[in-house]
Every structure is written in C-alpha cells, then in structure tokens.
C-alpha cells in the first residue's frame, strides 16, 4: 500500500522569501504524485502533477515540484511567496483503482506567511 | 469550470440520527468521492465509485454508507451518527483515464454532530 509523508506540520516564511514544502512517499511501482491547496474555508484545488517524463514540473500560481527516485521525494517550491499563499498543502500519490487513480494524501503541511 | 457542489457547508444533527451528505457534480465525471477531513489526519477516503450504483470501500467506511443512483450525484449516508463523526467533508470527482487524472473537490460540509 502507498503512503505519503508530509513532514513539516507547520511552516512560516516571510513574505518574499523562497518556499520548500517536503514531501516522502513510499509506492512499490512508479508513483503518480499531485500537490494540492487548500485555502481556508475552501475544497482542494490542484497546483500539479506528476505522471511520467520531465521530473522538475510547473504548476499555478508560480509553484513547481521535483520528483526525485532516489529519495522518494516530490518537494514543492516557490522562489517568492505571496501573502495570499498561506494555506493547507497536501501531497498525494496515486494508484490505480477502478476507472481512475485513487490518491493516497499526506495530513497536510499549514503555510503561515508573515509580512 | 468543473463544479463541484454539496448541499451544506454547515450541518448540526443529534447523535443517532440519519444524515444524507448530498453531492452533485456537472462535468459528466464518471468517478466520484467521499473524504473526511481531520485537523492532523489529512484527508481520509470514505468511499468512492466509478459509475452508477458501483462503490467501493475506501480507508474508513465503517459507520458510513453511499448512493449513487444517477451519475452526477454521489450521497453519503450515516445511518446513525455519532459524536465521532464530526468532521469536515470532502465531495470530489475525477474523469476516468485516459481522460484525466486529477480530482476536483467541492467547497466541503461541516458536520457537528452533539
């Protein structure tokens, strides 16, 4: 079974400042990975994904990801952050299940900006 | 734009009453959703189905069951709900492959059960 680790329950960044969200997976075949966010009071919305090819992937909003075999990590960057991005941050992988990929989530990283 | 809705985004039931989470989507998605969120937990799969009056269990489905009798809405149900149902809930649906693969959420119900 996979399982996504999010190990930072909590981050603060200034605003401007540049923006690492860590993300562990484990997954016995070749991972589907997503990033999601959630803005208070908000469902989830998709920033990006990875499926195959490429392992550096751009998303929305100026955040970009990269999948690394190696360490069974897809960490999501941001060279400047904006006050609007303080959010919730999920991770997910995928597996297949039916007609499409069930995506296991990580519990979540909280982003705090400060001014 | 996929839209995703659920019928509350507040909800206050007593313990051991039935409660009917509604979920319609209008994007002709055959695969559909329930999650439940906690502070912590991240979000946990309830159940999901992949076409009409098809489901699936997913991580946590005990004390909960689902409907899908038409393909745009996907209905949970607590038979009888208790305090530990709690939660903020998660409606979603996805395309089947190879048309997509991500999901799109709806804005989420907050059900306090006392």
């Known amino acids: 079974a996979q399982s996504v680790t999010q190990p930072d329950i909590h981050i603060t960044v200034s605003e401007g400042a540049s923006l690492e969200l860590r993300c562990n997976y484990s997954y016995g075949a070749t991972p589907y990975l997503f990033w999601y966010v959630q803005s208070p009071g908000q469902g989830l919305q998709l920033l990006l994904k990875?499926?195959?090819?490429?392992?550096l992937v751009q998303g929305i909003k100026g955040f970009e990801a990269e999948f690394k075999r190696s360490q069974s990590s897809f960490n999501l960057r941001k060279p400047s952050v904006h006050w609007s991005d303080a959010a919730e941050y999920f991770c997910a992988v995928g597996a297949r299940g039916g007609g499409s990929y069930i995506p296991t989530f990580g519990r979540g990283t909280s982003l705090i900006v400060h001014p | 734009d996929v839209k995703v809705t659920q019928s509350s985004r507040y909800l206050v039931k007593r313990t051991g009453e039935k409660v009917f989470l509604e979920c319609v989507q209008d994007m002709d998605h055959e695969n559909m959703f329930w999650y439940r969120q906690d502070p912590g937990l991240g979000l946990r799969l309830i159940y999901f189905s992949y076409d009409v009056k098809m489901k699936e269990k997913g991580d946590i489905p005990e004390g909960y069951s689902v409907s899908r009798e038409k393909k745009e809405r996907f209905s949970l149900i607590l038979e009888s709900a208790s305090t530990n149902q709690t939660s903020m809930y998660l409606c979603?649906?996805?395309?089947?492959?190879?048309?997509?693969?991500?999901?799109?959420f709806g804005p989420g119900t907050r059900l306090t059960v006392t």
């Open positions: 979603a649906s996805s395309p089947s492959l190879p048309s997509g693969h991500e999901q799109y």
């Open positions: 990875y499926f195959s090819g490429d392992t």
